[in-house]
């Protein structure tokens, strides 16, 4: 039997996934300073990253990496075969190809050597680049919410006493972007109701088609003396009231990051089938899911054997705003080099000496990565700080500058947000590189003019 632990990163609650849902530390209260996040853990002979494998596009990944997902070893816990997990994964993939067009399969990874030319990249130098564009719903997003509708069907599907009323509970999310589209999509496919907390100057499109995949939008008017998010505050009371968080934020839904690992899974699959590594990996950061789940799905293919070694981690924020820069440059201020885990779990118990929500509100191309709290900045600081990377921020001419380039160079139709990880790596360029270096970025969301 696989050994599946959620545990709060922050204060080290253990949940136990099958009796209550693996989303939001049980201790997490507003303001006792400590980084709630649940995180789960997997170890046991059963957990394993699969064999090298032809035609690796044309894979669901939910199933090609079964063994590494939280609501698998829960499903075979409590009586159901491996076809069981299969099936349930399937028949939603291809409810989700029914509202979406397509389900999930692994998406490209591969080298673009006009790009690497194009940005001034040193002699022999690769750069990778992860196509997201034309994954569900038309971004990275959808990844991790697939993972969480998986664990909840899971749930159902065994019988379990915490699955009880769950049906009755509406899905909740505080979003107008990508996030939100993905969110719709999948609880469509699931034929579970959604709310939509946004605020008044939503995308029109964005909205239509949020209301075409028949979620209920709430639009969010900012009440004089109410400080903070109003999208955000209307979530919570949702939840607080019954519905069931289905956002992409590790400290609303923890098992969220879990389904974004399947990119670090996948990379390193396609990385294993080119004989190579990486040596540097640069991503674009909002809320933090992203960079938390590539950078955790490669650890645990580096433990599984599958990738030799970690790339260094670079994250990209815009001048607009970066939360994370700052607590990074906090933490490394502070941090005892000589012993990082402790480190890292003092900053663990100090949030807010750290992650300090941007005080304004911010504006740039990359509108998508203007959070002003990067949610799950810890695990992006240990991964910068465990591999030597760091966290770059980058201006609006280079933000679109880049987005120009990694069109013209790829043929991808790449949003600005999307292409904000190439602002960073062509900064880095500059700054000079050494020969022959191998970098990826991610492509991680489509245009949608
Ligand atoms: C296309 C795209 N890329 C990257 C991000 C950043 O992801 P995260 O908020 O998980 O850091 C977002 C977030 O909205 C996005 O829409």
């Keep these: 039997m696989a050994n599946v632990r959620v545990t709060c990163s922050g204060c080290g609650a253990v949940v136990a996934a099958d009796a209550r849902l693996a989303f939001r530390c049980p201790n997490a209260a507003e303001d006792d300073g400590i980084d709630h996040v649940l995180v789960r853990r997997l170890g046991g002979p059963e957990v394993a990253f699969p064999e090298p494998a032809a035609a690796l596009a044309d894979q669901n990944p939910f199933i090609r990496y079964q063994r590494l997902l939280l609501g698998y070893h829960v499903a075979r816990r409590h009586g159901l075969t491996d076809a069981d997990f299969c099936g349930l994964v399937e028949d939603l993939d291809a409810a989700v190809a029914r509202v979406d067009g397509h389900g999930f399969r692994i998406t490209p990874f591969a080298p673009k050597p006009a790009l690497a030319a194009a940005i001034g ?32 069907k899971v749930l159902e599907r065994a019988g379990l006493p915490v699955a009880e009323g769950l049906r009755a509970r509406r899905l909740a999310i505080a979003s107008c972007g990508n996030a939100a589209l993905a969110a719709a999509v999948i609880a469509r496919a699931a034929e579970w109701p959604l709310d939509v907390f946004i605020p008044t100057d939503a995308e029109a499109p964005v909205v239509d088609r949020l209301k075409d995949l028949g979620a209920i939008c709430h639009v969010m ?57 990486l040596d540097l990996l640069v991503i674009q950061v909002g809320g933090g899911a992203l960079g938390s789940a590539c950078y955790q799905g490669l650890k645990e293919a580096q433990a599984l054997g599958a990738l030799s070694h970690l ?40 949030r807010a000496d750290f992650m300090k929500p941007w005080p304004a509100t911010p504006h740039s191309v990359a509108h998508g990565i203007l959070d002003d709290e990067t949610y799950d900045w810890l695990a992006l600081v240990e991964a910068m700080a465990a591999t030597d990377g760091d966290a770059r921020i980058v201006g609006e001419p280079r933000l679109i500058e880049a987005n120009r380039i990694g069109r013209e160079a790829t043929e991808i139709a790449v949003s600005h947000t999307g292409s904000a990880g190439l602002a960073g790596l062509i900064d880095l360029a500059a700054a000079g590189l050494p020969e022959g270096v191998r970098a990826a970025v991610l492509f991680t969301g489509a245009e949608r003019n």
């Design 121 to 152: 990249m040193p002699a022999g130098a690769e750069v990778w680049v992860k196509d997201e564009t034309a994954n569900v719903s038309g971004s990275h997003k959808a990844r991790h919410l697939m993972g969480v509708m998986i664990y909840l």
């Design 221 to 277: 008017e900012r009440q004089a003396g109410q400080p903070g998010d109003p999208c955000y505050h209307g979530f919570r009371r949702a939840v607080a009231e019954g519905s069931l968080p289905f956002g992409v934020q590790g400290n609303e839904v923890g098992l969220a990051i879990e389904g974004g690992h399947t990119l670090g899974w996948e990379m390193a699959d396609i990385l294993r089938d080119a004989g190579t590594a």
């Design 311 to 350: 790339p260094a981690i670079f994250t990209v924020q815009t001048m607009g705003a970066y939360p994370l820069k700052q607590a990074f440059t906090r933490f490394a201020g502070e941090a005892n080099p000589e012993d990082l885990a402790g480190s890292l779990r003092h900053a663990a118990r100090n």
